[in-house]
């Protein structure tokens, strides 16, 4: 019934989105991004696309690795944003035959590959890939995670465009940055694995730290977001665990939770594919939320919750705009300042099941904007990170969105 109206009021939409198509343009990027440029991967046109939060458009596009195989596109950016490195991975029948990885090096001006540095064939692969691959915070060392199902990081030297080799760390898993030539990854036991690589030419210094969460009774996920010398891993009960990298060993500063007892009996959750954001010039927390059973860790938000840190206190919730309604809406020609158009917009809201976003991310100037990306139907809605209000609908920003990023 919902959706035979939904698809009547597309039907009377005045501005068909064919008629708003235009071609694409070659054109080469200023030398420094925008503060609210933003890039959102994508699994089935396989490539990660370059997005204008100011305006909405689509400044350019990456494509990487062969399709279907290589689809996750995880792209890091140097630190005088003048590269990006992605690691790839391409088979020669397509889908199968010879396997060769690699990391390519891009002009962040023209999106053009630069070089390729090969790696070994082990890259591993997951949905939605956070923490696939890290570059250390002085910008010359990026650490690849390899899965066979053997786990280890693949290091590559960046700057001298060479592979430094490959280090197994054993009973741990994918890779953050930790500092100049450091890196840190989680074990099954709870506990951090600290990679070092003080002399390329040397073996990398491996230290193992005690557990700081209980992967029995409340694992962390792997969705961690950085807060300048801290990652703050948060737990499916909700607890938020920060950790300090700044020294040689990671400290692990107190845990405390983001649900309180009411939170908690009303069913509200952390979820989503991408569920932490940060401001950190405001020391604000992002949380993307949904009411759901245990273990609905992965279903979609329809609230953002923001935290101060100092306080660690909730300061604000932010509805999301429903997916479906920015789908049909836009596809439509609905236009929201029109009187025929915002109605059409409320007879969907009241029709239509909110199945929430997957990602969000908060950009990091003084007047930033929260996106919040969901994969199906492919929405990406634009807020006002401080005020919560809608500020821009992305049209047609792709059709499986993965990951969203900040350069």
């Not at 694409?24 to 609210?36: C, Q």
Request: with cysteine; hydrophobic share 40%; charged share 20%.
């Amino acid at each position: 019934m919902a959706a035979a109206a939904a698809l009547s009021l597309l039907g009377s939409g005045t501005t068909p989105a064919a008629e708003r198509e235009t071609a694409p343009v070659s054109v080469t990027l200023p030398d420094h991004p925008g503060p609210h440029w933003f890039w959102l991967s994508d699994a089935l046109l396989h490539r990660t696309a370059l997005f204008d939060g100011d305006s909405g458009e689509q400044l350019g596009v990456i494509t990487a690795g062969t399709p279907g195989v290589g689809f996750i596109i995880y792209p890091l950016f140097s630190p005088d944003r003048r590269e990006i490195y992605i690691a790839e991975s391409y088979f020669s029948r397509g889908v199968r035959g010879e396997r060769t990885d690699v990391v390519t090096v891009y002009d962040a001006r023209t999106l053009q590959p630069l070089d390729e540095i090969g790696i070994p064939p082990h890259r591993g692969e997951y949905f939605p890939g956070a923490a696939s691959n890290a570059l250390s915070d002085d910008g010359s060392i990026m650490a690849v995670f390899n899965l066979t199902p053997a786990t280890s990081l693949s290091m590559v030297d960046v700057k001298q465009r060479r592979l430094i080799g490959e280090v197994a760390i054993p009973g741990c898993g994918l890779v953050f940055a930790a500092g100049p030539r450091r890196f840190v990854s989680v074990c099954a036991n709870g506990a951090l694995l600290t990679i070092s690589i003080d002399d390329p030419a040397a073996e990398p210094k491996l230290d193992r730290s005690e557990p700081f969460f209980d992967p029995a009774k409340d694992p962390v996920t792997e969705k961690a977001v950085r807060f300048k010398d801290q990652w703050l891993f948060v737990s499916f009960d909700g607890i938020l665990h920060p950790v300090d990298v700044s020294g040689e060993r990671p400290h692990f500063g107190e845990s405390w939770s983001l649900l309180s007892d009411d939170d908690r009996r009303a069913s509200w959750r952390i979820g989503g594919a991408q569920h932490l954001a940060v401001h950190a010039p405001t020391s604000r927390l992002y949380v993307l939320v949904h009411q759901g059973d245990a273990d609905s860790h992965k279903e979609a938000g329809t609230e953002v919750w923001v935290y101060d840190l100092a306080s660690r206190k909730r300061i604000e919730r932010i509805p999301m705009l429903n997916p479906l309604v920015s789908f049909i809406g836009l596809e439509g020609g609905f236009d929201t300042g029109s009187r025929s158009g915002r109605w059409l917009r409320w007879a969907l809201q009241k029709l239509l099941p909110n199945p929430g976003v997957d990602r969000i991310l908060v950009t990091q100037d003084a007047k930033p904007l929260l996106v919040a990306s969901a994969s199906i139907p492919p929405a990406v809605t634009l807020h006002d990170a401080l005020q919560g209000n809608v500020v821009r609908e992305v049209f047609e920003p792709g059709l499986a969105s993965t990951l969203l990023f900040n350069p």
